[in-house]
């Protein structure tokens, strides 16, 4: 049986340069990676919007009879022109 280890190759091969990530319309941020629940983005001009996603969280929730379930909800936020 042979491992192969991915450490060092994954830190050099995922590298994002500047031109990586301008030029585009919309940004992503998922500020639920970091524990955050919610946010408010900041544009970054030229792009049309961004959109923040918080982490997913079980929360109880209510049917019409009044019967209790778990529901896992997210908070999303966006801000556009």
């Known amino acids: 049986m042979e491992f ?6 994954f ?16 940004t992503l941020s998922n500020i639920g990676a970091i524990g ?7 544009l970054n001009l030229p792009e049309v919007a961004i959109i923040a996603l918080g982490r997913i969280e079980k929360v109880p929730k209510f049917k019409g009879d009044g019967t209790v379930y778990p529901a896992s909800t997210m908070m999303v936020k966006s801000s556009h022109v």
């Not at 050099?12 to 585009?24: Q, R």
Request: proline content about 7%; aromatic content about 10%; overall charge negative.
């Open 11 to 26: 830190e050099s091969v995922h590298k994002l340069s500047p031109e990586d990530v301008t030029g585009g319309t919309i």
């Open 36 to 42: 955050g629940k919610f946010g408010s983005p900041l």
């Open 4 to 9: 192969i280890f991915f450490d060092n190759v």
